[in-house]
């Protein structure tokens, strides 16, 4: 275990599903040399199959102390081939049908964007931007036969040592978040640094300094004065991911409030769209008791009261929501 | 081959009855003329033919003709996390040829599924193939490395193969489990080649290494060159510890020099002939079984490393010194160890039973093939 620990915090509130931290990371990290189809930052929709397709059934994590057996996601149907669109063709040859993809994929991220659950007018979908976890019980970094993975002691952040690396993918088959990829052009698996250079120089990692919506917090979990520490320990506000995966995440959201479900006669119900099963499964037992304090403390806010969660969630300086020294 | 192999044992077995009493069953081959005749009936022993010209360059090059070919069995790899549970490739021909300066060897097993590496993907492994060899041998060197890639102190270099390559550097150096590097400057050559369902693997170098990280050849000294081998069938996903892979065995060169003293320091000579079935009894009645697991041992258990084919991979004298001090050598598994003073300390008791029960115990182990 490291000494500290960087975390965290998407407010799932305020994700308008944008790209917008995809495609920082995208440009920063992963769009060359085999990285092509790999996506260490992805939003995709829930409820969905997510990216690589179908994530949450793919195994690996924890059985009490027991590593479980996980599969390795294939490029063309599970991640998905990046498209080429016949560009050339339909912008100067003029074909018809004009723009289509010139392979024929069978699955992409976001491949089921938007589409959701639910049945009109009840229908419902939220956005769930994904990075590595950077998990304090790492299954990738247990099930490497050559030690090849490590978490730093000053931040907690967990790296595969490239030149000890040689492709097995035990770690693809262990994350059960599947955020280990595997390199086919350098035989080697890579992922998420937590944007580690620029952290080491006070930056935070792109996708949350890039957050149009200011859903991203970064700070060290036990830094009182940070805004992670704040949301996650003081107010306990956010919560892991998939906690029975058992790999205890260092990523925390704020969980989803719902919209209310129409009745019949068109009228509004009590009850959430979004069902709380749902959201039990995603962010464990205590989702219900955070989505209760967020309504309370955001009435507060609605009657001109002081919420300190409220304005933390708001970020009305984006400066704020970083605290990474 | 296997025919040999039974003939051999079934003669030791009559000489050893003509003289009434325990007699290690290589021991008794001994006094034979040829120093090796002893490893060479146990089918131990490949013999480099003496061949002139060029080093090859392809796995058909007709000198191998001029080669027997060594029948090795091979064995999947339990002793440390992820075990090989059954195991792809179990057999492999390995032939050897020389000239003055250069050795060539040839590995050939059969492969109906082609697997190489597909371009672009990110769920399949290729086919690949390795040699391993102490980097010291000889009479300079105390007893062999541990055949699971070395071990601290005793290292071995690898050379290694995969279909496709991009593995990098074809030699690699060890020092047990998980401790795989690259050498610098390696200049082992490989090449591979699939044909009418059988890979044929060609490894090479010169008899000088660029880099002392690599294993050297001097027949004149030395002609008797331990050597064990590794094989990977990428089409049922093995790669890295997912292997099978064979005991030590001894590339011969034709003409190359061979003292007694450093045969015997490979033989196994018992003070006491053990009896497998003994043995076998003795694995529950000493508590082996609840850590180990073994072909007929019930408990699912992995506490320590699995001992399935354990006689095919392992030699004797390296079970019975396993037995008696487990901390001699210590499989990397973080579960087998804990450290005391600095020093990794084997979870698993010396052994401390009557003398007798430690040679049956190995003579059970050595039955696990």
């Known amino acids: 275990m490291s000494k500290r620990q960087l975390a965290m915090v998407m407010d799932l509130n305020k994700c308008i599903g944008c790209q917008t931290c995809t495609v920082a990371c995208k440009v920063q990290w992963t769009n060359r040399n085999g990285r092509d189809y790999m996506y260490w930052n992805n939003v995709e929709t829930a409820p969905g199959k997510g990216y690589p397709k179908n994530w949450q059934e793919s195994g690996g994590g924890w059985e009490g102390s027991v590593l479980k057996d996980g599969k390795i996601p294939s490029l063309a149907n599970d991640y998905g081939m990046p498209v080429q669109m016949n560009y050339e063709q339909a912008l100067f040859a003029g074909t018809d049908p004009w723009l289509a993809a010139a392979n024929n994929p069978a699955w992409t991220p976001n491949w089921d964007e938007d589409e959701g659950a639910g049945e009109f007018p009840n229908s419902h979908h939220f956005y769930l931007p994904r990075i590595c976890n950077h998990c304090t019980n790492p299954a990738c970094l247990a099930a490497c036969p050559r030690g090849a993975i490590y978490k730093r002691e000053e931040d907690g952040i967990v790296l595969v040592d490239q030149s000890r690396c040689r492709g097995y993918r035990h770690c693809v088959a262990a994350c059960p978040y599947k955020k280990v990829y595997f390199n086919p052009l350098f035989n080697r698996s890579e992922k998420c640094i937590f944007c580690y250079p620029r952290v080491e120089q006070g930056i935070p990692p792109a996708c949350a300094k890039q957050c149009v919506g200011r859903i991203r917090h970064v700070g060290f979990l036990d830094d009182e004065a940070g805004p992670v520490h704040k949301i996650v320990v003081k107010w306990k506000a956010a919560l892991p991911l998939r906690p029975d995966f058992g790999t205890e995440p260092n990523v925390y959201y704020v969980p989803p409030l719902s919209s209310p479900k129409y009745d019949a006669e068109g009228k509004v119900t009590d009850e959430s769209r979004i069902p709380i099963e749902f959201l039990e499964k995603l962010f464990g037992p205590r989702v219900g008791e955070v989505l209760k304090l967020l309504e309370a403390e955001r009435a507060k806010k609605g009657r001109g009261e002081e919420s300190e969660l409220m304005d933390l969630l708001i970020a009305y300086r984006q400066e704020e929501m970083f605290k990474i020294r | ?369």
């Open chain 2, 1 to 369: 081959m296997n025919r040999k192999v039974g003939l051999s044992v079934a003669g030791a077995a009559v000489l050893g009855v003509l003289m009434g009493m325990a007699v290690p069953v290589e021991g008794a081959r001994r006094a034979k003329g040829d120093p090796v005749a002893s490893l060479a009936g146990n089918g131990e022993v490949v013999t480099a033919a003496r061949v002139a010209g060029e080093m090859p360059t392809e796995p058909g090059d007709g000198r191998f003709e001029n080669a027997v070919p060594l029948t090795v069995r091979l064995y999947p790899q339990t002793a440390t996390e992820p075990r090989a549970e059954k195991g792809v490739v179990r057999e492999a021909a390995l032939r050897a040829i020389h000239a003055d300066t250069w050795i060539a060897f040839l590995v050939e097993w059969a492969d109906p599924d082609r697997s190489d590496v597909k371009q672009g993907t990110t769920d399949t492994f290729a086919d690949a193939a390795a040699l391993q060899f102490p980097l010291k041998y000889g009479e300079a060197a105390d007893r062999l490395p541990y055949v699971g890639m070395g071990e601290p102190g005793r290292p071995v270099n690898i050379w290694f193969w995969r279909n496709g390559g991009g593995t990098g550097p074809a030699s690699l150096r060890a020092r047990g489990f998980g401790t795989l590097e690259p050498v610098a400057g390696g200049e082992v050559k490989t090449a591979g080649k699939w044909e009418n369902g059988r890979v044929r693997v060609l490894f090479t170098r010169s008899f000088s290494a660029s880099s002392p990280e690599e294993v050297k050849f001097a027949p004149r000294q030395i002609g008797l060159v331990p050597v064990a081998l590794a094989v990977w069938g990428g089409e049922k996903g093995e790669r890295g510890g997912l292997k099978t892979l064979s005991g030590w065995r001894f590339v011969k060169f034709d003409g190359g020099k061979v003292s007694p003293a450093y045969v015997r320091s490979l033989a196994w000579n018992p003070k006491i002939r053990g009896d497998a079935k003994t043995g076998k009894a003795l694995m529950t009645r000493h508590g082996c079984a609840g850590c180990h697991a073994y072909p007929g041992n019930p408990i699912p258990t992995k506490i320590g490393p699995g001992l399935a084919g354990i006689g095919g991979i392992h030699r004797p004298a390296y079970l019975f010194e396993s037995l008696k001090d487990p901390s001699a050598v210590i499989v990397p598994h973080g579960n087998y160890y804990s450290m005391k003073d600095g020093q990794p300390i084997s979870i698993m008791a010396p052994f401390s039973g009557p003398e007798r029960d430690a040679y049956h115990i190995v003579e059970f182990l050595r039955s696990l093939r």
